[in-house]
């Protein structure tokens, strides 16, 4: 159901939480020394990312009932996620967007549409092994690319290695 105009405006102020959150989150990381990847290719606009979104909490949320009584009403009344599966090794919960039509694959409220979707996917950037989606357009490109690629080639090895080396160490640009 698209949403309205209360909804639009509860999900502005938690858009502006959840990018305050994030920056800040990302900064302290990069002060800490990590490096993401780089994000590489372009949406293809498949829609893949709205068949399933899922969301990883931190402990509080996932082991104490009342907190993530709070977190799944805010998504299944807010942001109109239906819990559909967990991940407990992960503390990985997963939805069905009531947003998605799978006949046209379009979001109906693409506008007000939450900070974790107009984000993806450039969490994955930050996992030591970024897994995107089938499909998907975009590429994780390692931080130091250019760097061994200029190596690798150096070493002379047959063209379907090369390929093969780069595709796995995430360095082509
Ligand atoms: S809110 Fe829109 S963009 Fe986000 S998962 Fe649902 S359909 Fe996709
Ligand atoms: S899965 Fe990737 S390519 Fe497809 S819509 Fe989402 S971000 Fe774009």
Request: net charge positive; with cysteine; hydrophobic share 35%.
């Amino acid at each position: 159901m698209r949403d309205g105009p209360i909804r639009k405006t509860l999900k502005a102020i938690a858009r502006g939480c959840f990018w305050i959150n994030l920056a800040g989150t990302r900064l302290l990381r990069r002060l800490r020394g990590e490096r993401p990847y780089r994000l590489g290719g372009a949406c293809e606009r498949c829609a893949a990312c709205c068949e399933a979104p899922s969301i990883q909490t931190g402990r509080l949320t996932w082991y104490f009932p009342m907190l993530r009584r709070i977190f799944l009403a805010w998504h299944r009344h807010v942001n109109g996620f239906e819990l559909t599966g967990r991940i407990p090794s992960e503390r990985v919960f997963v939805f069905r967007c009531t947003h998605f039509d799978w006949e046209t694959r379009r979001c109906d409220s693409y506008s007000s549409r939450p900070g974790m979707c107009r984000d993806y996917p450039r969490a994955l950037l930050w996992q030591s092994r970024p897994d995107f989606l089938p499909g998907c357009g975009y590429r994780a490109v390692h931080p130091r690319a250019e760097e061994f690629r200029a190596q690798l080639e150096r070493e002379g090895l047959p063209p379907d290695k090369l390929a093969e080396v780069r595709r796995r160490l995430h360095l082509d640009p």
